[in-house]
């Protein structure tokens, strides 16, 4: 009995031997190419009845001159040989060289060209997509990735979005009739977003997309459709008639469904802004209504009867106290001109000792040398007069 590894190791040495298979050149259509991180190719080579496994490692890659893309003729160099941990053969490439274009490519082209010279994929037929929506339709496979990251994705953004999703063939001859009446039943639901896809592929895989068919199905929906089919790398004539390309089903939900924890903070924040709006008209409002108010009382008669009363009463206070002021000042220069005239009077001098001599015809005696001896004087004292007779006058020389 042999193991499993001895049996791979026998076919790989098997291998080895063939002088033929270690240098070999063989033609087909790349399909199925993927770039890995690492920098090695991993490819399918096939012709109309069979396929062969490629790789080219990165330390082959210098010679390649131009990007290995699906659908290209080429031509490949290198050795076949077995890997024995899988129990697989492949071919491990050394140089590619480009022959051509491949018939799926070419008929992917020609019908992009014809699709866009009708306008099929002008942006002004582009339907916009719902911002907020509450169902959701997903024309895919019942099974596999695509469908499983759709809802996974979908839920947890929005747990309340209804999600439909019609089962429809995507790979094979039933797949675009499938297609196009998933696209129609989801439209006749008057969902609000349709998801039309499937995960990655070959190019032969992905061809249903492809179809003129589906191409009109998408454009002639009433309902906004989002592409989703394949990988990021991946692009088919859906893409382009799709109302919005997502490159991956996982995207698609995303650009689908709006993140309700992101919309109930919006909201949030939209009803405090709303509700400081209101406090913030409600404070204008209220103070432009004082301003009117004080405006009308100032201009109402009854408001400016105050005013002209209110105005009137100063003016008497300030009137009164002009007058109290005036008679102040009066009574003080009275009281100094009282002074003055008591300083002059005739009987405050009589008062202090001083007497007044009126001669006989009242005229006073002011002039010794108009007195004669004999003539009659009349002395005034302060409490009475005295009747004198002059006997002799006296000059005083001073």
């Known amino acids: 009995m042999y193991s499993v590894t001895q049996v791979n190791s026998y076919i790989r040495n098997m291998f080895a031997q063939d002088f033929m298979l270690q ?3 063989i033609g087909g259509e790349v399909s199925n190419c993927k770039y890995h991180t690492s920098g090695h190719i991993y490819f399918t080579l096939k012709d109309a009845g069979a396929a062969i496994a490629c790789v080219m490692f990165a330390g082959n890659r210098r010679g390649l001159t131009f990007r290995l893309q699906e659908g290209q003729q080429v031509i490949v160099e290198g050795s076949v040989d077995v890997y024995e941990r899988d129990g697989k053969y492949q071919m491990y490439a050394r140089a590619i060289t480009e022959t051509g274009v491949g018939a799926l490519y070419e008929k992917f082209a020609r019908l992009k060209e014809e699709l866009l010279e009708l306008g099929m994929f002008a942006e002004e037929y582009k339907r916009p997509i719902p ?11 019942p099974t596999g990735a695509a469908v499983r990251d759709i809802i996974q994705i979908a839920s947890r953004r929005n747990p309340y979005v209804q999600i439909i999703l019609y089962p429809a063939i995507v790979q ?3 797949a675009v009739p499938s297609i196009i009446n998933g696209i129609r039943a989801l ?3 008057s969902v609000d977003v349709i998801i039309v896809g499937r995960g990655g592929g070959s190019i032969e895989d992905l061809w249903a997309f492809n179809e003129r068919e589906v191409a009109q199905a998408i454009f002639d929906c009433p309902i906004p459709i989002i592409s989703a089919v394949g990988h990021e790398t991946d692009t088919t004539i859906a893409d382009f008639a799709a ?12 650009l ?8 109930e903070e919006k909201m949030e924040e939209y009803m405090t802004a709303l509700y ?9 409002s209220r103070s432009r209504t004082e301003i009117l108010a004080a405006r009308l009382r100032a201009g109402s008669p009854v408001g400016r009867l105050k005013q002209q009363r209110t105005y009137l009463l100063r003016l008497e206070e300030n009137l009164q106290s002009a007058m109290r002021d005036k008679l102040l000042e009066k009574r003080h220069r009275f009281e100094l001109y009282l002074e003055k005239i008591r300083g002059l009077s005739p009987l405050d001098k009589l008062s202090q000792g001083f007497s007044w001599v009126t001669d006989e015809s009242g005229a006073a005696a002011t002039d010794v040398e108009r007195i004669t001896a004999g003539q009659l004087l009349t002395i005034h004292m302060k409490n009475g007069i005295v009747k004198a007779r002059a006997e002799r006058t006296e000059r005083v020389i001073r």
């Open 256 to 263: 689908a469904v709006c993140e309700f924890s992101g919309l």
């Open 23 to 25: 240098s070999v050149r």
């Open 187 to 189: 439209s006749a639901l």
């Open 276 to 284: 400081r709006g209101i406090l913030r008209k409600c404070d204008n």
């Open 131 to 141: 911002r907020y929506i509450r169902t959701l339709g997903v024309v895919t496979a």
């Open 172 to 174: 094979g001859e039933q």
């Open 243 to 254: 109302d919005l390309r997502a490159p991956t089903p996982s995207a698609a939900a995303e």
